[in-house]
């Protein structure tokens, strides 16, 4: 799949089948996450690869949008250090993940997690150090579903501005 269609055919996923997502995947979407831009060249983050049912199903009952989380056979938390831009940097890695699962045929959902009242709870039950941020979860698996269209996109000449708004 080429880069543009990768970005054009992206969908959140939030239903499941129960096969796993293979070692070697859930390492090439990491992959992809360690390898975005980052500001100051720190790559502040951390990946914590959630698999076991009983762990996903805690995580998907703190998180207020990501109850799907138990369904999806793989859970990555990701984490940053503190550091200046942790969030852009992280949301960036986040980014290139899913990006990442829709080339490998995946399916995979942002579930927020910076500045979320669960984000302490998250980064207790997966062991976080202190100077570590929750940024998101990223759930990963195989579409349960066919997925329906994607809905309309406002059109690019409605917000694409030359040289001024």
């Not at 959140?12 to 070697?24: A, G, I, L, Q």
């Not at 992280?90 to 009242?117: E, I, P, R, Y």
Request: proline share 4%; glycine share 8%; net charge positive.
């Amino acid at each position: 799949m080429d880069a543009m269609e990768m970005l054009k055919t992206r969908r959140s996923v939030r239903s499941y089948k129960d096969t796993p997502v293979e070692r070697s995947q859930a390492e090439a979407i990491v992959d992809a996450g360690r390898l975005a831009a980052s500001g100051r060249g720190v790559d502040p983050w951390e990946f914590v690869l959630v698999t076991d049912p009983v762990k996903r199903k805690k995580l998907a009952g703190i998180c207020d949008a990501g109850k799907f989380i138990e369904q999806a056979p793989l859970c990555i938390v990701v984490l940053c250090k503190d550091t200046k831009y942790y969030l852009e940097d992280g949301a960036a890695a986040t980014q290139n993940m899913l990006l990442a699962a829709t080339a490998l045929g995946l399916g995979s959902c942002w579930v927020a997690g910076d500045k979320k009242h669960y984000a302490g709870k998250v980064e207790e039950l997966v062991g976080a150090p202190a100077d570590c941020k929750l940024i998101s979860l990223v759930a990963v698996g195989h579409a349960a579903d066919d997925l329906p269209p994607r809905k309309q996109r406002r059109a690019l000449a409605e917000m694409l501005h030359w040289e001024k708004f």
